[in-house]
Nanobody, 129 residues
């Protein structure tokens, strides 16, 4: 089981990036997948999550309307579309996954960091002003 993130990079404020999280060795079908953000010197925090067993999604208030989480039809890749980026969005973005069956598929967002079973290595995003 492996998660691999990509799509990070450097962008000016107001720009966009699309991050990808690819599942290797399994499908995201029937999983909750989350994106977390870790700013320099800060704790890792929840950004967006999606329950692929029922399609529901969650975004933290600071990114709602700017970030969109989605998956491909094969449920092997989860995307985080990030628009209207701000300098405070700078940091490392991690994807994580946990089987929705652990919650009898009744997921109450947001799931916290320790609830996720699998993690990627992270991808760096730098937003300049």
């Amino acid at each position: 089981v492996q998660l691999v993130e990509s799509g990070g990079g450097a962008v000016q404020a107001g720009g966009s990036l699309r991050l990808s999280c690819v599942a290797s060795g399994f499908s995201f079908d029937d999983h909750v997948v989350g994106w977390f953000h870790q700013a320099p010197g800060q704790a890792r925090e929840v950004m967006s999550q999606i329950n692929l067993s029922d399609g529901t999604a969650y975004h933290i208030g600071t990114v709602e309307g700017r970030f969109t989480i989605s998956s491909d039809a094969a449920r092997t890749t989860v995307f985080l579309q990030m628009d209207s980026l701000k300098p405070e969005d700078t940091g490392v973005y991690y994807c994580a996954a946990v089987p929705a069956s652990l919650y009898d598929h009744h997921v109450v967002f947001p799931l916290v960091r320790h609830e996720f079973s699998y993690w990627g290595q992270g991808t760096q995003v730098n937003v300049s002003s």
